[in-house]
């Protein structure tokens, strides 16, 4: 892998509140490469987006509290830079798109000056006609049809896919070398989604940048990322190139996650849920936090006592073990493909 | 009087025929009002013409995107909304006209399990009041019966009489969703409408409440609406499936010939919208993207509604609505002038382009 261009090292986060300290993010660390495409995935609660907007020092705080950590672009840690020099960053050389567009565009200011401020805030002098120009272009670029009517349109006035493309224009308008998508699709219809999609993968073309994806969607993680993040209650359990995790998934919450998908395109017999809820992160289980719900631990004493740090592994006892796939449960090696061993290695609650 | 509604009655059996229910001709239309007084100014046309018909046991799935009437079609079908025209025959009787009291035996048969586990049980009633509330209602709580029926609901759907006491905030997600279900079924309903029971939930989640409905099912023989827009889940728990845009049925079938040979544009267009399932499929999909966005149903389009979107769309689709009728030597009614039968599911061997219209793409 080159160089990476953003590194999350040992990110622990924590929000204050009534009912305890609750550990959002704990001990993450990840890489982005220069131009990939990494996913986080995980569902409601699993830290994916307190992770990332933290670096980008958006948690309130208080409650929130960056406990420990560095997050290091381009040689400084975003985590201790003052908050002007992060304010430059942010909009500038990374960029975010939101899962709301509509509560994160300013319904006063047109779509037109909103991504023209957008492009003088990090090139002051700009004249008024280039600014006039790129955003035109901008639109173009991201399939808004008559961008040069609709630049003096408001929010209100484009429907949720076009905000959504507006916000991506926004985005990519001081060409980034990073770009964050929080949820991208997740408020638009599935043909809505399917264009958004493809203004992705086109503002990424364009522009080159990395771009972390949080999702809770698996799909949109086949389409679209080349390395996956899988994340439970706050912490890293599995991370992979896309193919060897879709391949041989090394996490028993991964292998619940895939099984308990209905699939479009084949009829299937009874759904195999992952069994039990999300755990509480004020008071999160011992050991893995996954032990709870999981079927491979088979009430294992470690699982309940050491959290497994994350690993290379062996998947169903083959020999090969890949550098980049790394699981964080103590029993990886008994996995096979797509398949947790419960049946063969004894009985299950 | 008598007489005749014995007759109406004796005709709307003879319609059923064998149907649990049936709607003819339903429209739900909702006013647009503007000015100090209210005028009505035009009229949303939420649900525009649906017939569908529902046999007891199986599960009906309705699917299409936000704003096509999927969920005003449903609270209009068990009379929270009254319809603005149209028949709903069911089991045996025709209820379109039906007032509170009367639907009140009705309501017994046929229950609801609304969307969202967080705004629909009463944050300051106790599980048991919950699930006993319908009871109560119908009178037929009677205290130590009534008790044991609640506890006996609340195990039927996974929970433990220990809950009974405790209020809708000390559950997660799935297990409010189980509460609600657990509501709905204590009046032994023949048929439950289903409106997006599992789309607020995490997908770890979400297989566990679409089992418990299954189970359901077939334990007290159970007839679905489940109205959804996930069209993984709807394959899954459907017999048969009606697709649904802009307030009309475009396409209805069984699960096989919705997702296996669909043949109304807009139902191809959105089965090969939905992400792939493995990094494996990667551009052997064809996906056709649609253009624009949905127009609103306040000001459908003339002719076929579809038609602004539709990369088949000629002259007649401006002029004629094309009826819901079996087409193309298809078996299963469709609407649309050029059906034709096209399998977006089925995977090519090498990477396949696309349909449609593309967002212009010109390079900075």
Known sequence: MPDPILQVKNLTVEFKTEDGVVHAVTDVSWDLAPGEILGIVGESGSGKSVSVMSILGLIPSPPGRIASGEALFKGEDLLTLPKRRLREIRGGPMAMIFQDPMTSLNPVLTIGDQIGEAITVHNPGTSDGDVKKRTVELLELVGVPFAERRVRQYPHEFSGGMRQRAMIAMAIANNPSILIADEPTTALDVTIQAQIVEVLKAAQRETHAATVLITHDLGLVAELADRVVVMYAGRVVELSDVFAMFDKPGHPYTVGLMNSLAKLDTDQGRLEPIPGQPPSLVSPPPGCAFHPRCQLSHGRAICRTEVPPLRPFAAGGSSHVSAGHVSACHFADELTAGHLQAEAAGPVS | ?364
């Open chain 2, 1 to 364: 009087m008598n007489s005749q509604t014995a007759t109406a009655e004796a005709q709307a059996a003879s319609a059923l025929d064998g149907d649990l229910l049936r709607v003819e001709g339903l429209v739900k239309y909702f006013p647009i009002k503007a000015g100090v007084f209210k005028h009505t100014v035009g009229q949303v046309r939420a649900v525009d013409g649906v017939d569908l018909t529902v046999r007891p046991g199986e599960t009906l799935g309705i699917v299409g995107e936000s704003g096509c009437g999927k969920t005003t079609l449903g609270r209009t079908i068990i009379k929270l909304l009254e319809p603005t025209a149209g028949k709903i025959y069911f089991d045996g009787r025709d209820i379109t006209g039906f007032g509170r009291r009367q639907m009140r035996p009705v309501r017994r048969d046929i229950q609801i399990v609304f969307q969202d586990p967080y705004a629909s049980l009463n944050p300051r009633m106790t599980v048991r009041e919950i699930v006993a509330e319908p009871l109560r209602i119908h009178g037929l709580y009677h205290r130590q019966e009534g008790r044991r029926r609640v506890e006996e609901l609340l195990r039927t759907v996974g929970l433990s009489p220990e809950h009974a006491n405790r209020f809708p905030h000390e559950f997660s997600g799935g297990q409010r969703q189980r509460i609600g279900v657990a509501r709905a079924l204590a009046l032994n309903p023949k048929m439950m409408v289903l409106d997006e029971p599992v789309s607020a939930l995490d997908v770890s989640i979400q297989a566990q409440v679409v089992n418990l409905l299954d189970k359901l099912q077939d334990e007290f023989g159970l007839t679905y609406l489940f109205i959804a827009h996930d069209l993984s889940v709807v394959r899954h728990v459907s017999d048969r499936v009606a697709v649904m845009y802009l307030g009309k049925v475009i396409e209805v079938g069984s699960r096989k010939q919705i997702y296996e040979a669909p043949m109304h544009p807009y139902t191809q267009a959105l089965l090969s919208a939905v992400p792939i399932e493995s990094p494996f499929q990667r551009g052997r999909r064809s996906r056709i993207v649609l253009e624009g966005d949905v127009p609103s149903p306040a000001n459908p389009p003339s002719g076929c509604r579809f038609r602004t979107r539709c990369w088949k769309a000629q002259e007649i689709c401006a002029e004629e609505e094309p009826a819901l009728v079996p087409r193309a030597g298809g078996d299963h009614p469709v609407a649309c002038h050029f059906a034709e039968v096209m399998k977006p599911l089925e995977l090519e061997s090498t990477p396949v382009g696309q349909i449609g219209v593309e967002p212009p793409t010109t390079a900075l």
